[in-house]
């Protein structure tokens, strides 16, 4: 009988595993941070997507996306590259968003958000949660700003490389002159599908939202293997 593994548990370098671990070092110095997440933005689509989280506190949110400029605070820090405190989350935060919604119900006190900014291009952003309120002092948000270094660093790597596959692959095509299998919009459509797929498996595979993003990211590489074999073979 054949058997799965969750995919998270089989790499021990994944992205979700580096945060979990940058959490527990944070812990020594700041208790009450509870949660730190990362969500990654999509430019073409708009998207601004979950993607890994360490949370100690309330349950993670997962699966969701939401369109960049329909969250106009948002927006505001990708677009002046500017970090934002909420000393009072009870206070300063009102439903009627999924996220807002979400947020409320995990009884967290105070956030810091930290966009993710690489080589002048926004990637997405850090949230940091605390059980605390006013637990954002400056002095805390430069440490936490320099500290966050690392993993987005690792976020924009990982990011950066998955981009470079695939364009290496169309090249390769266009180099050999081969006939490109697929337009541009069938691949968009097959990262959509593979997505949409991906989100609606059984639970029991234990696809996380890092794990879907690489489904999303690599499958347009889904047929690389048909690159130089000849139409007669393919049909």
Same mark, same amino acid.
């Given at each position: ?25 944070? +812990? ?6 509870? %949660? ?18 360490s949370? %100690? ?39 009627g968003?999924v ?16 966009? @993710? ?10 949230? @940091? ?17 320099? %500290? ?23 090249? @390769?095509?266009?180099?050999?002159? +081969? ?9 968009t %459509? ?21 794990? @879907?993003e ?6 347009? +590489? ?14």
């Amino acid at each position: 009988m054949t058997s799965f593994q969750p995919l998270h548990s089989v790499t021990s370098q994944s992205l979700t595993r580096k945060l979990q671990g940058f959490h527990e070092a944070l +812990l020594a110095d700041y208790p009450h941070i509870c %949660r730190l997440a990362c969500a990654i933005y999509d430019k073409p689509t708009d998207v601004l997507k979950t993607f890994i989280n360490s949370t %100690r506190q309330g349950h993670a949110i997962a699966g969701y996306e939401v369109k960049l400029q329909d969250t106009p605070s948002l927006l505001h820090l990708a677009s002046h590259q500017q970090s934002r405190v909420i000393d009072d989350i009870s206070a300063e935060i009102h439903g009627g968003s999924v996220h807002s919604d979400w947020l409320l119900e995990q009884g967290y006190m105070s956030s810091f958000t930290v966009p @993710i900014i690489r080589q002048d291009q926004f990637l997405g952003f850090v949230f @940091i949660d605390s059980v605390e309120k006013d637990s954002f002092t400056p002095s805390i948000q430069r440490d936490l700003i320099m %500290r966050c270094a690392s993993i987005c660093d690792a976020i924009a790597n990982e990011l950066a490389a998955a981009h470079l596959l695939v364009a290496t692959a169309s090249a @390769i095509r266009s180099i050999a002159n +081969l006939r490109d299998f697929e337009t541009g919009m069938h691949l968009t %459509r097959m990262a959509e599908l593979s997505k949409l797929i991906a989100r609606n498996l059984p639970a029991h595979f234990g696809l996380t939202d890092e794990d @879907i993003e690489h489904i999303y990211l690599f499958s347009p +590489l889904h047929d690389i293997g048909k690159i130089g074999i000849p139409d007669a073979i393919l049909q």
